[in-house]
């Protein structure tokens, strides 16, 4: 079986690969993120997912033989993706824009093993209760906002504004790990390992 690279910094991906038993060795993979005139969201998170995987892939020693796991996740409201905010105003904003609605999660994934790479893209929709000033105030006080896509994070704090979720729960925390599953397989990469060794940072 070929070792698996996961191609993120982020330790959710980290925790929700664990979870289900995948042993891998996460790797850094930058990547310019600026989405490209007239892209889709959908077509922009499968783009960075696939880039990730392939700056993995080009980390690792030549001829290995291994899978990269690449991720990324875009919060999407009325077709505009909203990244990291800018500062506090920026998050407020974005808050405001959420707050009693729903919106769109989208989360691709992909895996390479130097002959072929797969992708898949998971939608799911997150409906907000309404937000007063002070609530978003506070939130942004916590800190937690500030390294989050659509300056929330549905797996902490911010899970107070959900009202209700249609689609997969992991996918918005930022590993859709249904498709993952299945994916991997594809791969020949079970999941339920036995997770003897330590996923850590190379």
Known sequence: ???????SGSPRRRELLTQIGVPFTAISADIDETPLDHETPAAYVERLARGKAE???????????ACVLGADTAVVLDGRILGKPLDQADARAMLRGLAGRDHEVLTA?????GLRCESRVVRSRVRFRPITESEAAAYWASGEPRDKAGGYGIQGLGAVFVAGLEGSYSAVVGLPLCETAQLLGDFGIPCWQ???????AV
């Open 1 to 7: 079986m070929k070792p698996l690279y996961l191609a």
């Open 55 to 65: 700056a993995g892939r080009r980390s690792l020693p030549d001829g290995a033989h």
């Open 109 to 113: 994934i992909a895996v390479l093993d």
């Open 194 to 200: 036995p997770l003897e060794r330590a996923s850590g």
